[in-house]
């Protein structure tokens, strides 16, 4: 199945993936996208990898043996975010700062903690699917071998 | 804040004990001591419940609706604090007969995060997403050990759970679809108005997924399986902590939100509670091994909660409470006497099979008592006769499992090492609390009424 074709395609098909990723990661708070479905885009072109180079490669490809620690990074940082509003005193998920303050413009890009919530978000989305799915490949090849 | 820190401890534990090796015992009781934490706090909680009244509070300060609602009340502190007592005491089981499984300690901080997230929300969605937490987590969970024959019971509970879960989502769904709304207290107001067949076939979707999970009759066939193959901890924390989301979701779903459909389908509830008690015992006493006859036990005893949920009011919700949460320690008790050998461990057994039985000193004597009197209050001969059949018979097959392994030279409890002390001291201690409670029953009693109190209320 893995064609010299496929195996060029998917290669360069990564890198626009991670930054449609990204877009839809920042454009989330004007139009539609989200951490999550940014997660799952990116982590899409790394399944693409894997399914065309196998995993030993893919391995060596990408820095994928960094993903459960994404994944756990990412669930800190959401956690961190959703707890720090009640040290605050204000309720669950309060975001800083309020809606109607002066914030800081990265483009159209607005930094307030919304924003790390979804990295959070993307960050544990895309760690834990890649790191599954890499389990599960050298587990296969494992087997195989 | 008060209502923030019982599921803050557990995440925060659960991400930083998922990054260290659980193997190690200083890991397993890091895991220990943050399940105490989150257990004290929960219990600051239940303590303000019980003189204020409902704590509430909306994320991100958004209008009800919006926001998701995070509620305490006296019925869910009271299963918070039930299901994590037990998580603490099977996870300090667990480190003491040593951690095989790297992950162990964070699966079940995991588990931690969802079942007191399900019980402390007041949202249907956000109940969904805890509730996969702990599922998933339980999953893993099923397997550990790693044994083929635990990895095959992981197996079987992971597939016949993920469509009670699909069938529990499909409900969550169609109740958006009907109401416009998830928050509980919205969507007990908006259903009264919607036409009652389209709410019956929802009321019906959501007790089919929690009758699954609780291995109600007929949908209990994948758990004898699960509780007889995996390891005794492993079963306890199943039967006693995780099962608690089957019996809180059948009362707040049905005392709660869909009051009108309970009422509607109590008949065929108490033919369902009555035979899944039938069912349960006879298959119970044609079982030769402890951790089968608990588990079919366990079938069995959850037709006691059925039924005092279908008979309703004050006593009832208080009866299906209390007996919730009786069984819940006696299987806890009855699974990690099970997995122990000499001596007090026959004693701490045999004080969990008079506990099922019903018989006094011990704490299951109460849970029968105010079933009986749900029964009487109904003023039906044949309920009260059927539910006297079923707690005979568990006399009956409880005595014989004890005897079968305890008494018999021979048996599966004369030969082989005794376990460590301190494992056999733990589940004692466990056998203790159930005797208190039974020599002590009203803090219990009165905890389940206030519960009851805020079913029989409805929203506010």
């Known amino acids: 199945m893995t064609s010299l074709l496929t195996q060029v395609v998917v290669r360069l098909l990564l890198a626009p993936t991670i930054v449609i990723a990204a877009a839809v990661l920042a454009k989330g708070y004007s139009s539609v996208g989200d951490g999550f479905s940014a997660g799952v885009i990116a982590a899409l072109g790394v399944i693409a990898v894997y399914l065309v180079l196998g995993a030993e490669q893919a391995d060596r490809l990408l820095p994928v043996r960094l993903a459960p620690v994404g994944a756990i990074a990412g669930l800190l940082i959401t956690l961190v975010v959703t707890f720090s ?42 760690g834990a699917v890649v790191g599954i799915l890499r389990t599960v490949a050298l587990a296969r090849s494992e087997a195989g071998s | 804040m008060t209502l923030v820190l019982p599921l803050a401890i557990p995440w925060f534990a659960a991400v930083a004990l998922a990054a260290l090796d659980g193997r190690r015992p200083a890991v397993g009781w890091a895991a220990v001591a943050s399940l105490a934490a989150a257990l004290v706090a929960t219990a600051a909680l239940a303590i303000r419940v019980w003189t204020e009244g409902p704590v509430e509070t909306v994320t991100g300060g958004w209008p009800v609706g919006v926001g998701i609602t995070l509620r305490a009340d006296a019925l869910s502190v009271l299963f918070s604090l039930l299901t994590l007592a037990v998580l603490v005491v099977c996870l300090a089981h667990e480190v003491l007969s040593g951690i095989e499984s790297r992950l162990f300690p964070a699966l079940v901080a995991f588990m931690t995060v969802g079942l007191t997230g399900l019980f402390l929300t007041g949202d249907i969605f956000s109940f969904y997403v805890f ?134 389908s109590a008949s065929a509830l108490v033919v369902l509670g009555v035979i899944t008690i039938l069912y349960g015992a006879m298959q119970a006493m044609s079982r030769r091994t402890a951790p089968e006859v608990i588990a079919y036990s366990s079938i069995g005893q959850v037709g006691y909660v059925l039924i005092a ?60 008592l105010e079933v009986f009197r749900a029964a009487i209050e109904d003023a039906s001969v044949t309920l009260v006769a059927l539910l006297f059949l079923g707690g005979a018979l ?50 219990l009693l009165a905890a389940s009424r206030a519960a009851a109190e805020v079913l029989v209320g409805g929203p506010e």
């Open chain 1, 85 to 126: 509003s009640v040290v605050r005193g204000e309720p669950l998920l309060t975001h800083a700062p309020p809606p109607g303050a002066d914030v800081i413009h990265l483009g159209t890009l607005e930094l307030i903690t919304a924003v790390a919530f979804d990295v959070g978000v993307f960050l544990l989305v895309f």
């Open chain 2, 309 to 368: 949920l279908a008979i309703g009011g004050p006593i009832g919700y208080a009866a299906a409470v209390l007996y919730a949460i009786l069984n819940s320690l006696n299987k806890v008790l009855l699974f990690l006497a099970s997995g122990l050998r000499g001596w007090l461990v026959g004693a701490a057994f045999f004080v969990g099979v008079i506990s099922v039985a019903g018989i006094p000193p011990a704490a299951g004597f109460f849970g029968k």
């Open chain 2, 394 to 443: 568990s006399v009956v097959y409880l005595l014989q499992i004890y005897q079968h392994v305890y008494w018999r030279p021979g048996g599966v409890a004369a030969g082989g090492e005794a376990s460590p002390v301190v494992l056999r001291a733990l589940t004692f201690a466990v056998a203790l609390v159930v005797l208190a409670l039974g020599l002590w029953p009203e803090p």
């Open chain 2, 131 to 264: 509730f996969e937490i702990a599922m998933v987590s339980a999953y893993v969970i099923t397997g550990y050990g790693g044994r083929p024959r635990q990895i095959s019971a992981a197996f079987v509970f992971a597939v016949v759970n993920l469509l009670g879960s699909f069938v529990f989502l499909i409900a969550i769904a169609a109740t958006y679809h009907v109401t416009g709304s998830l928050e509980m207290g919205q969507v007990a107001e908006r259903i009264a108005d919607v036409e009652p067949s389209t709410v019956i076939l929802i009321a019906v979707t959501v007790f089919v997924a929690f009758g699954v999970k609780l291995g109600l009759f007929p949908f209990h066939f994948w758990l004898p399986v699960v509780y007889a193959s995996v390891r005794p901890a492993v079963a306890a924390i199943l039967s006693g902590a995780l099962a608690n989301i089957g019996t809180y979701g059948v009362l707040r779903f049905g005392a709660d939100v869909f009051p009108r459909e309970l009422e509607f």
